[in-house]
C-alpha cells in the first residue's frame, strides 16, 4: 500500500464523490504560503511567507552521510540521486535518498531541488505496513486536498516501511521488528531525514509534521505519545489506536455476526445486495436534516433503526427487497457488538455505525450477491486482518486463543490476554502533557461511516484527553472532526476532500487555531459539485435554511445533536494513562 490503509482503497474505489486525494490546479504567489488556502473559513493563516531555502551541497553527496548513530549498526544509505515527479501536473525535483535502518527498516526521503519551504512532513504507514510508498507523489500526502505546499512540493517528506517487507509474517514473532512497528520505525526514519535536511540545506528544517491514517493515526498518536518533540502538527485519521482491540475483537466479531455458524466454520448470512437494502433502508429513516435531502447520517448516534422493521414477511418467496431473520440477526449483531455474558457489559467502545452498511461490502461481507455462491466467512477481509495480526497480539500469551474463542463474552479478555502487549502496541495513552508542553497541535478525525474502525473509539479517546488532562488544555492543542457519510479513511457517500495540511500548518505557525472546516464532493472531472463545513466536535453543521444546499456557504455551526459520554465498556481501563514498553528493545 501506500501512506493509507488498503482497506481506505477499497472504500475510495466505492465513492461516488471522488477521491479524497484528488488534486486540482490552484493559482499560488511566487512564495509559496505558510499554509493552504481554499479549504477553511478561517484564511488569517495563509498570509505570511517561508522563504524557499536551496541546498547548500550536491545531492550526491548524501549518500555518504552516516546514520549509524540512528538506527545502529548496519544501518546505511543506499542511493542518493536527483528524480523527477509530477506533481499538479508540473515537474519537481526531489533530492531523492534511500536507505536502511538497522535492522531492517527500509526508508526514502524525499527533499525538494528548488521548492523546500523549510517543512518537513513524515508519511504514516496504513494495515501492517510492510511495503515503501513513494514520498514524491501527492497520492502518498493524506489530506491535502487543493493545498500548495503540497501541490509545489514545498515539504521534505519521508516514508518507511517500519522494519518488514512482503507478506511473510515470520516478522510478527521478531521482537525486534515488533517494536520497530509499533513505535520505533516512525521515529527513526524521522531522526534520519532530519539529519540529511541537516546537510543537504545547511540547516535543521523550521517545522515537523506528521500525517498519518488507520494504523498511519495509531502511529501519529504513538509519536505524540513517546516522542512528544519530534513533531510540531499532527493530523491522526481513523486512528486504529486501539491496536489490539482493533485486530481481535472488532474485526472478529464481524466474522462471527457474518457466519451461517456462528464460528469462522460457516458461510456468510448477509451478502452485497442485502446491505444495499439495509443501507437504503437506514437512509430513509435517519437521512438528512431539514432542507437537506442528501440521506447523510450527520450524528449516527441519534438514529433509531431497527433492521427488524425491514424483516421479510413470514412465507415470502421474493426477499430480494427485504432482509431475512438470519440477516436481521447478521445486521444486528454487526450494529450492537459483543456483551459480556454475566454483566451484559459491552466488549466495545463502538462499531460500525448505521449509515455505514454500502461501505460493509468487502469488508463485513462479501462483494457478491445473495443469489451468488456461497463465500465462507475466511474469505472475509476482516477475517484475513484477524489473521494476519494474530501473532503481534499474542505472542507471549499463557495459552493462545483463535478466532472462535476470543473473548465475545467475557470481559476477562482483556487482562488475560490483551494487557501484557497493551503498552507496547497500543497508542491509547490520553496524558498528551508532554506534547502540549513541546507546543504540539494535533487533529483528530473520523469518517462516521467508517467500515474499519469505529469513530466511536476515537470519540471515546478524545473523552479520555478531556478527563485526563481537563477540557480547556485540550481544547489549547487539539480538534476532533467528524465527518457524515465518509468512510475509512475517505470514500464513501460523504464529503471526502479534506485540507488538513492547511489547518494544522496554519495553527503551528500562526495560532490560527482551526474551527470550520470545508469539505467537498468532486466528480469524475474533479469538478467541485458540493461543500460542506465541518466543525469541532461536538459541533455539527447545520443548514441555514436558505440558499443553495449543496454549498457549504449555507451552513453554520449547529449545536451538538448528542453529547453523552461514550457507554461504560469492558476495556475502557486501556485509556488510561499508562508507561509504554519497547519489548527489550532499546528506544533511540
Given at each position: 500500500?501506500?501512506?493509507r ?9 466505492r ?24 479549504s ?21 553527496k ?6 549509524s ?7 546505511t ?6 528524480t ?8 519537481v525535483?526531489y ?10 527498516n527500509t526508508f ?13 512532513a ?5 494495515g501492517l ?11 502518498s500526502?493524506s ?16 516514508a ?16 525486534q521488528q ?6 520505533r ?16 540545506y ?16 495509531r ?16 493530523v491522526?485519521?481513523?486512528p ?7 485486530n481481535?475483537?472488532y ?28 443501507h ?15 440521506g ?7 438514529c ?7 424483516q ?10 427485504c ?6 440477526s447478521?445486521a444486528s449483531?454487526?450494529?450492537?457488538g459483543?456483551?459480556?455474558a454475566?454483566?451484559?457489559?459491552r466488549?466495545?467502545?463502538g462499531?460500525?455505525q448505521?449509515?455505514s ?26 477475517y ?12 507471549g ?15 476477562s ?9 497493551h ?24 469518517g462516521?461511516?467508517d467500515q ?16 485526563t488532562?481537563?477540557?480547556s ?5 487539539a480538534?476532533l ?16 476532500n479534506i485540507?488538513?495540511?492547511t489547518q ?11 474551527n470550520?472546516?470545508?469539505t ?10 458540493a ?5 469541532p ?6 443548514y ?9 456557504a449555507n451552513?453554520t455551526?449547529g449545536?451538538?445533536l ?5 457507554p461504560t ?20
Open positions: 500500500m501506500k501512506t490503509h488498503p482497506l481506505g482503497l477499497l472504500a475510495r474505489a465513492t461516488r464523490a471522488g477521491s479524497l486525494l484528488t488534486l486540482f490546479a490552484i493559482c499560488v504567489t511566487a512564495t509559496i504560503v505558510a499554509a493552504c488556502g481554499g477553511s473559513a478561517s484564511t488569517s493563516a495563509a498570509n505570511t511567507p517561508l522563504s524557499v531555502v536551496a541546498p547548500v551541497v550536491d545531492c550526491s548524501l549518500a555518504s552521510v552516516d546514520i548513530d540512528i538506527g545502529g549498526a548496519g544501518s544509505i543506499t542511493s542518493a540521486t536527483v523527477a515527479a509530477t506533481v499538479n501536473g508540473a515537474t525535483n533530492c531523492t535518498v534511500k536507505g536502511t535502518l538497522a535492522p531492517s526514502e526521503v524525499a527533499l525538494p531541488v528548488s521548492t523546500y519551504t523549510q517543512r518537513f513524515e508519511l504514516g504507514c496504513g505496513c510492510g511495503n515503501l510508498s513513494d514520498p514524491t507523489q501527492q497520492s500526502f489530506f491535502s486536498y487543493t493545498c500548495p505546499l503540497v501541490q509545489k512540493g514545498g515539504f521534505v517528506t519521508a518507511t516501511d517500519m522494519g518488514h517487507s512482503g507478506q511473510s509474517s515470520a516478522w510478527t514473532t521478531n521482537p515488533q517494536a520497530d512497528f509499533a513505535y520505525g516512525q521515529h527513526i526514519t524521522t531522526l534520519a531525514a532530519k539529519k540529511l535536511i541537516q546537510t543537504y545547511g540547516q535543521a528544517q523550521k517545522y515537523s509534521y506528521f500525517v498519518g491514517c488507520s494504523d498511519g493515526g502511529e501519529a498518536l504513538m509519536a505524540a505519545q513517546r516522542y512528544p518533540s519530534d513533531y510540531n502538527g499532527i491522526a485519521g481513523a486504529a489506536a486501539h491496536f489490539q482491540i482493533q481481535s475483537l474485526h472478529g466479531w464481524s466474522v462471527e455476526s457474518n457466519s451461517t455458524t456462528g464460528t469462522s466454520t460457516g458461510n456468510a448470512v448477509l451478502y452485497a445486495d442485502k446491505v444495499a437494502v439495509l437504503k433502508a437506514v437512509v430513509a429513516a435517519c437521512g438528512g436534516q431539514p432542507g437537506v435531502p442528501d447523510l447520517l450527520t450524528d449516527p448516534r441519534m433509531n433503526f431497527d433492521p427488524a422493521s425491514i421479510c414477511p413470514n412465507g415470502a418467496t421474493n426477499t430480494a427487497s432482509l431475512t431473520a438470519a440477516e436481521v447478521t449483531k454487526i450494529y450492537g459483543p456483551m459480556d454475566t454483566t451484559g457489559e466488549m466495545l467502545a462499531s460500525p448505521l449509515g452498511e454500502i461501505n460493509w461490502i468487502g469488508v463485513e461481507v462479501p462483494t457478491t450477491n445473495s443469489t451468488a455462491t456461497p463465500v465462507p466467512v475466511t474469505g472475509l477481509f476482516s484475513s486482518i484477524v489473521t494476519g495480526a494474530y501473532n503481534l497480539i499474542f505472542t500469551s499463557p495459552s493462545m486463543p483463535n478466532i472462535d474463542t476470543f473473548g465475545y463474552q467475557d470481559a479478555f482483556y487482562p488475560n490476554f490483551l494487557q501484557a502487549n503498552p507496547l502496541m497500543d497508542a491509547t495513552n490520553p496524558d498528551l502533557s508532554a506534547f502540549q508542553k513541546a507546543g504540539g497541535k494535533l487533529i483528530l478525525w473520523h462516521w461511516a474499519h474502525i469505529s469513530p466511536l473509539f476515537t470519540i471515546n479517546y478524545y473523552e479520555a484527553m478531556q478527563n488532562m481537563g477540557a488544555n485540550v481544547d489549547a492543542f480538534r472532526y467528524l465527518v457524515p457519510g465518509v468512510g475509512h479513511c475517505g470514500g464513501g457517500e460523504g464529503f471526502p485540507d488538513l495540511v494544522i500548518t496554519g495553527w503551528v505557525e500562526q495560532g490560527s487555531a482551526p470550520a472546516v470545508m467537498y464532493q468532486t466528480n469524475s472531472s474533479n469538478v467541485v459539485t461543500s460542506r463545513p465541518m466543525y466536535y461536538p459541533a455539527v453543521p447545520q441555514t435554511g436558505t440558499g443553495d444546499w449543496h454549498n457549504g451552513y455551526q449545536a451538538p448528542y453529547n453523552a459520554p461514550t465498556w469492558a476495556g475502557i481501563s486501556f485509556y488510561s494513562p499508562y508507561t509504554a514498553t519497547t519489548e527489550g528493545v532499546a528506544a533511540p
